[in-house]
Nanobody, 121 residues
Framework: QVQLVESGGGLVQPGGSLRLSCAASGSIFRIYAMRWYRQGPGKQRELVASITGGGSTHYEDSVKGRFTISRDNAKNTVFLQMNSLKPEDTAVYYC???????????????WGQGTQVTVSS
């Protein structure tokens, strides 16, 4: 069993910054490709940023230049640094991806509870 716990959300003014964390725990050999998603009010969940096992990153157009995804493999943790936040970034943020439980066994864990980010003055 692998669990994902997101944290670091909160209320921030437009132009502010937050750093989200996603900690994976349980039976883990190593985390591989990981992604941050978000679901705004009345919207579908969307992919925001991704990082491959080798560290290559990809961003959704609306967050390019403002968000940075990174990882700490030793701590099985993925981060999302969010700068220059806008009201339209308001959403619940989730992480997920591919996690190896052994050399040959890869899973996608259940979704965590997410962390709420609210950008408002």
């Amino acid at each position: 069993q692998v669990q994902l716990v997101e944290s670091g959300g909160g209320l921030v003014q437009p132009g502010g910054s937050l750093r989200l964390s996603c900690a994976a725990s349980g039976s883990i050999f190593r985390i591989y490709a990981m992604r941050w998603y978000r679901q705004g009010p009345g919207k579908q969940r969307e992919l925001v940023a991704s990082i491959t096992g080798g560290g290559s990153t990809h961003y959704e157009d609306s967050v390019k230049g403002r968000f940075t995804i990174s990882r700490d493999n030793a701590k099985n943790t993925v981060f999302l640094q969010m700068n220059s936040l806008k009201p339209e970034d308001t959403a619940v943020y989730y992480c997920n991806g591919e996690i190896y439980q052994s050399v040959t066994t890869m899973i996608r864990p259940p979704w965590g509870q997410g962390t709420q980010v609210t950008v408002s003055s």
